[in-house]
């Protein structure tokens, strides 16, 4: 065995012997004692004293008065509680001078504090050596001997009885052991999100058996130390004093073991090495079992058989080595702790936890100094019930933090799990799974944030720093809390009704249910409705919120009435916006996609607010019209569209043959695939709408599915050019007629036209002097000869000029 597993077993044993040193003189003067005692005398003339003082009327308003002046004399004498700086008022009394209780610095107080505790120990070592000292020193008044015999019977009953019980222990430790190791495997069978849940449950059942085994133990102990050791029927005060100990003191360990198991990995809470943790669990055990036995067991004796002073100085020497012993280990271990948690916190997937375990880090073995200093300064201040406080305190302290942590685990694993909705459920309301996952994480996070507020409060209320009961008691308390409840059940219901409410909405417009592909009409209006269905619930609770806390939302309402009617004043275009937008969706005057033509902008409406539309144009372009701008809106997409054509045709084709021509395109267009199922009513022929200056133009109507009447209208035009091509009706163009004027014979003059053409000679020549490098200006010639040589016509006379 290596020697580090052999020191819990040399403390108890030191300790053993200790008590059992301190004991042997107790063992025989108890032994030796006469058993009845005599009654003190009881005093007659003192009675027939105090009678004649109260009935005098002066000598028993006088020995109020002087029993009133003692009370307050004592109350100003009293210390503070460890822990505690002595109150202004005892420390201005104790002061020569005028100082009044407000004027009391706690500098002051905290160095009334620190020459209190001083003089404490000072006293109690004091009081140590006297004991001792008169125990050892030579008595002149003769006492009864002391019996060897009962010493050492007594003495060996209790060895007896702590072997016993000990042994009992380990054997049943020894026969739960494959239970132990069964459930450690179960523990550790398990991956993923249920390995916590699993290790906890795990925990908890390996929690109870261990405990079974310490109660056993202990029965065991007591069967054994009434019926087989000492006297037959009667347990010894000593042995009482270990078995009460040693059941206190296994639990204690029980609940290490929780935390720190060194022999089964499926059983321990904290995640560390296996070396890790049976060096913590040998550590505590050890601390824990040093000063448990100490206190309970060797210094009640000494108090009860030696001296009362004695025992306080045992006390103090063993929380005195217990303080050092816990403050080394605790330095020796800071570098190790420290790079553990922030190893941690780098695992740690939400900040809160990274930065929480990162200055625990930094802090921890602060703390665990403060804590053991705390603990040495009760023992000293209060060493009557020093140890029962601390440990009450502790434990409270480490079931409500044990809890805490718990309760926090399962939160945060619940917080990393993703919450997946059915298939189907995820077709029908596809925003669904995702608010769940938005929404209840947060919510979760809330309610850590207050179960770490909480275990905070507790913790102070176990070492009295904070009375929970108290305050909970006054209105503030109860109004804290009640408001606490309040707040959150408002949000929570806010947020539960605009989940149903939004979920119905995109139930509604989701194309896969039952009701099928919603309306344009009923795209805009329900996402209209979204967006003020939030507005409202975000004002409402808002609102709630702040009038449950205590704040008069009357002054915000009335202040939000005075601000909207200044803004109705300042911002009368943003309320006609408004207005005509809402008479414009009441209306259904367009929809998201529908090709309107608003403020002299044609195009599709991409986005429809309740202030303005926006609409894409032909060429692209975005724009956006505010209603106020909006006298007409024209839609093009309602019900049906039409396209109206016209055609025009020369003078010299026939009407009807025309018509019949555009009757055939109309077949040839009815007979497509990809446009007859487009046209709605056969063709119109309005027939001939105008002699124009160069063809007769005939109109027809196609009536079209609402938004197909440009694309019917494309391919209608195609054709129709088809098919007067192949009838030979001709199309007429443009024509230009020249008019040179007429004399008044009404001969008209001749026409003086040039005809300029590029001789192919000259082109042959200048292609032989580009290649000869030898270039010469292109020659042309006139078809006319009149226009070789010019005459007087062709010179200008220079006083016209």
């Known amino acids: 065995m290596p020697k580090s597993r052999n020191i819990p077993w040399l ?42 003082l109260l009935e005098n009327e002066a000598s028993r308003q006088r020995l109020i008065e002087e029993l009133r002046a003692l009370a307050k004399t004592t109350t100003a004498g009293e210390r503070a509680l460890p822990g505690e700086a002595p109150s202004a008022e005892a420390v201005a009394e104790q002061a020569p001078s005028d100082q009044s209780p407000e004027q009391v610095s706690l500098a002051r107080r905290l160095a009334e504090l620190t020459s209190s505790v001083a003089g404490d120990i000072g006293s109690q070592f004091k009081a140590l050596a006297i004991a001792l000292g008169g125990l050892f020193a030579p008595q002149v008044d003769v006492s009864p001997g002391i019996d060897s015999a009962a010493v050492m019977a007594a003495a060996i009953n ?32 398990s991956e993923g999100r249920s390995a916590l849940l699993r290790l906890i449950g795990a925990v908890a059942v390996a929690a109870l058996i ?21 006297d037959n029927g009667s347990l010894s005060t000593q042995a009482s004093l270990f078995l009460n100990a040693f059941l206190i003191i296994e639990l204690v360990k029980a609940a290490i073991r929780m935390l720190f198991s060194s022999h089964y990995e499926g059983l321990r809470l904290v995640p560390i090495a296996t070396d890790e943790a049976k060096h913590w669990n040998r550590w505590l055990a050890t601390l824990t079992g040093f000063v448990g036995y100490g206190m309970l067991v060797l210094v009640p004796i000494i108090n009860f058989n030696l001296s ?45 936890s990274r930065v929480a375990l990162r200055l625990l880090g930094k802090v921890w073995h602060l703390l665990a100094i403060v804590y053991f200093l705390v603990v040495l300064l009760v023992s000293i201040a209060r060493p009557e019930d020093a140890l029962p406080s601390v440990a009450a305190a502790t434990l409270q302290t480490l079931i409500i933090a044990g809890l805490g942590l718990l309760l926090s685990g399962v939160l945060t694993q619940l917080i990393g799990r993703r919450i997946t909705l059915s298939d189907d459920l995820r077709r029908k309301l596809p925003k669904l799974e995702a608010r769940l996952n938005a929404y209840i994480p947060t919510f979760l996070k809330i309610i850590r944030a207050i179960i770490l507020i909480a ?86 609770t808002a609102m709630i919120v702040l009038a449950e806390i205590g704040i008069n939302i009357g002054p915000l309402i009335a202040g939000a009435g005075v601000i909207g009617l200044a803004i109705g004043f ?62 007409t809106v024209s839609n093009y997409m309602r ?82 050019k088809l098919r007067f091509d192949a009838a030979g009706i001709e199309i007429p163009f443009p024509h230009t007629t020249l008019y040179f004027g007429e004399d008044k014979n009404g001969g008209a003059p001749p026409a003086n036209i040039r005809l300029v053409e590029e001789r192919r000679q000259a082109v042959d020549t200048r292609e032989a002097d580009d290649a000869s490098g030898d270039a010469a200006p292109p020659v042309y010639q006139v078809s006319d000869p009149s226009h070789r040589k010019p005459d007087s016509d062709d010179i200008d006379d220079p006083q016209d000029r």
């Not at 044993?13 to 032994?31: D, I």
């Not at 025992?311 to 050092?324: D, H, K, N, T």
């Open 11 to 52: 403390g108890y044993w030191l300790g053993l012997a200790l008590m059992v040193c301190f004991a042997l003189p107790a063992f025989a003067q108890e032994v030796s004692a006469p058993s009845d005692a005599a009654e003190p005398e009881q005093s007659g003339p003192a009675y027939a004293t105090l009678a004649d």
């Open 158 to 189: 209790l060895g007896l009885v702590i072997i016993a019980t000990f042994a009992v222990f380990f054997i049943l430790r020894r026969l739960g052991h494959p239970l132990f190791s069964r459930i450690s495997r179960w523990s550790q069978a």
């Open 210 to 230: 261990d405990v079974l085994i310490v109660a056993l133990a202990y029965i065991g102990g007591n069967l054994i130390a009434t019926f087989a050791i000492g």
């Open 308 to 352: 009362p002073a004695l025992g306080q100085g045992a006390g103090l020497i063993i929380m005195l080595l217990a303080f050092i012993y816990a403050t080394l280990m605790v330095l020796k271990n800071r570098t190790k702790v420290r790079a553990a948690l922030e190893a941690k916190a780098e695992q740690a997937t939400m900040s809160p």
């Open 455 to 540: 275990v905070t409060m507790l913790i102070l209320n176990a070492w009295g720093v904070f009375d929970l009961a108290a305050w909970y008691a006054t209105d503030a308390g109860r109004g804290t809390v009640s408001k606490l409840t309040d707040v959150i059940i408002i949000l929570v219901v806010a947020c539960a009704l605009w989940i149903a409410l939004a979920s119905l909405i995109e139930h509604r417009l989701n194309p896969e249910t039952g009701s099928g592909e919603p309306t344009a009409r009923a795209k805009t209006l329900l996402s209209l409705f979204r967006n003020a269905l939030a507005i409202a619930l975000i004002t409402m």
């Open 570 to 631: 300042g911002a009368q275009k943003l309320v006609q916006d408004i207005i005509t937008g809402v008479f414009i969706q009441v209306e259904n005057a367009m929809n998201t996609g529908d090709v309107v033509t608003v403020g002299g902008v044609t195009g599709t409406a991409e986005r429809l607010s309740i202030r303005s539309v926006g609409i894409r144009d032909l060429a692209g372009t975005y724009h956006i019209v505010p209603f106020s701008s909006v006298d």
């Open 639 to 720: 019900e049906f569209g039409n396209h109206v054509g016209e055609y025009g045709i020369a003078y010299r084709e026939s009407i009807d043959d025309a018509i019949a021509q555009l009757e055939l395109a109309f077949e040839d267009l009815k007979s497509s695939e990809e446009h007859g199922h487009k046209l709605l009513a056969p063709l119109t022929v309005a027939g001939v709408i105008a002699l124009a200056d160069s063809s007769v133009n005939i109109r027809v109507v196609i009536k079209t599915t609402p938004g197909d009447q440009w694309g019917v209208g494309r391919a209608y035009n195609r054709l129709v």
